[in-house]
């Protein structure tokens, strides 16, 4: 039998970027041969084994047929007699459709194996899908649009575009299971030019499919104030590579992407002003991260920046007292750190814009000193000072960090 690696490390070693973790496909071997050499098996719908030293993953060569729409609609068909150039060309793009032998050793050997023109595409810096079968498989929509926002100077091939086309227009992507949906997106999110892959998964038609909210944003007179000639999605789209400019964290990121959703329904007499579009992007958040799954932690901040992010834009006009009441409607005493994240995807909308990206920020400064000071009111002991009702006790509280707050700020007596 022999053993290649294939597919992204070949791809990432050829462009240059560190290689995290490798793929191994093992051609000419049984599953019983696999085993008797100590490999455990792990595969599900086909063969993989993991190595009995470094627990990498070997999977036999093997070909695919659809038999039915959607992700899971494969049959696959492994045996000895399968070739690296049959398993090669069931996958998505040239540039992951190459292969180097492996030494038993575990050292790579010998020239890159590239049957469909991998390398060629690399230098033009081009996506081209391996060959018909691309469409089989929607998922490879998503990859492909993953891939833009990692790769974000390559291109998409024109015969790949149309493809992509056709496989939306089929009904494909409906046929998407949500969990891969949000691995695929959240993955995108994480790279260096997010926006990317919602430009590309626009140029083909699935964002309106798999992300309705986002899609409907395109087109959307944003605020008179700004450049008339960016529209509400490329204002968002801007906030989101600003959080990736800045290796904010998954949640911040989802949170830029989400702020603004309520834009979309804002009705046509008063664009292009927004007057309660905080509250509609709340009301199309909570329903679009059940369908997708989305995990909690990025949901609840999401939410907090969608309902909040224009009252902390205008922090600079409030009192201690306005303030503090919204630090308890945030939650900030108890979870500080999520409070803080809202700071970041807040700072991500203000600087997103054309000839922003550098302006200054005091929004953040000034909510930071007055959560430190509301958390610094010992609570207990003022509750331990009375002996009224909880309600009584509730309000002595808010009062004494109000105090603390404007204290902090050097405002003097705040009203409650």
Request: glycine share 6%; aromatic share 6%.
């Amino acid at each position: 039998m022999n053993v290649y690696a294939v597919g992204g490390a070949i791809r990432d070693e050829l462009l240059g970027v560190p290689v995290s973790d490798r793929d191994y496909v093992v051609v000419g071997a049984t599953p019983e041969q696999m085993v008797a050499q100590g490999f455990r098996p792990v595969g599900k719908d086909f063969p993989v084994f993991l190595h009995p030293q470094t627990h990498e993953e070997y999977a036999l060569a093997r070909t695919e047929r659809k038999t039915a729409a959607g992700y899971h609609g494969f049959q696959f068909y492994y045996a000895p007699d399968v070739t690296l150039k049959q398993d090669l060309a069931r996958r998505d793009l040239t540039i992951n459709a190459m292969a180097r032998e492996v030494r038993p050793d575990g050292a790579l050997s010998g020239p890159v194996i590239d049957p469909f023109g991998g390398q060629d595409d690399l230098r033009s810096r081009r996506f081209r899908h391996v060959g018909e079968a691309f469409v089989e498989d929607p998922v490879r929509i998503l990859r492909v649009a993953r891939f833009a926002a990692r790769f974000h100077e390559f291109t998409l091939a024109d015969e790949t575009l149309a493809l992509m086309q056709s496989m939306v227009a089929a009904g494909e992507v409906d046929a998407l299971v949500p969990e891969r949906v949000w691995q695929e997106i959240s993955r995108a999110l994480m790279e260096r030019k997010p926006s990317r892959m919602f430009e590309m998964l626009r140029v083909c038609g699935a964002l309106v499919r798999v992300m309705p909210e986002v899609d409907a944003m395109f087109g959307v007179p944003q605020r008179a104030d700004y450049h008339p000639e960016i529209d509400t999605g490329v204002h968002v789209m801007m906030v989101l590579d600003y959080a990736a400019a800045r290796h904010y964290a998954l949640a911040v990121r989802f949170a830029a992407l989400a702020h603004d959703l309520g834009k979309a329904t804002t009705p046509a007499d008063v664009l292009p002003r927004h007057i309660g579009h905080e509250m509609r992007s709340v009301d199309l958040l909570k329903p679009l991260c059940e369908r997708l799954r989305v995990p909690n932690e990025c949901r609840d901040l999401a939410v907090l920046v969608a309902r909040e992010h224009g009252n902390i834009h205008r922090v600079m006009e409030m009192g201690a007292a306005a303030l503090v009441r919204l630090f308890e409607r945030s939650d900030a005493l108890r979870k500080p750190a999520r409070f803080a994240e809202a700071l970041q995807a807040c700072e991500a909308d203000a600087r997103g814009r054309l000839g922003f990206e550098t302006q200054a920020y005091p929004q953040a400064e000034r909510l930071r000193v007055a959560l430190a000071a509301c958390r610094a009111v010992d609570a207990g002991a003022v509750a331990k000072a009375l002996t009224d009702t909880p309600e009584r006790i509730k309000d002595a509280v808010h009062r004494a960090r109000i105090a603390a707050v404007a204290v902090a700020l050097d405002e003097g007596k705040d009203e409650a």
